[in-house]
């Protein structure tokens, strides 16, 4: 019975991968196998949190170094789109001054992907929206930073 059992689940779980790869595409099924970037760090440069309309949260941490992300990992309660999309919007950070990250949209989310779902699209949104949000935090704490500055 075991052995029937443990037939079933394995069968299940290649069932459930297949799909996955089919419809998410061979990038984002190895991220969602695997994701990269994930959870947060103390005291970030940059943290930005957002809501979706899904009701999925993510958020992004910065670290910059000589104005250059220097490190960036992301945290979300969402599905696995979310995580897939919140690892790639961290990944495509990385090294990147304040300016070029104002260039990482959803589209160029969904375009690292090579797209997803529809009803998923929103997701690389999501990320890209709390990427900036990080970064905006980055550049207040910078602003304050330069204005508390002994003359």
Known sequence: MSKDFDDFVEGLQNQIYEETRTNYGQVAFQRWLK??????????????????????????????????????????????????????????????SPDEILDITGEVILKELGGLPEEEKHCAFLSAEALQEALNDYMIKQKRRETEKPL
């Open 35 to 96: 994701p990269l970037y994930m959870g947060a760090f103390d005291n970030p440069d940059g943290h930005g949190r957002i809501r979706g309309s899904c009701g999925d949260t993510m958020q992004i941490f910065l670290r910059f170094e000589n104005d250059k992300v220097k490190e960036a990992s992301f945290q979300t309660d969402g599905c696995g789109s979310s995580t897939v999309c919140g690892s790639f919007a961290a990944e495509l950070s990385l090294g990147k």
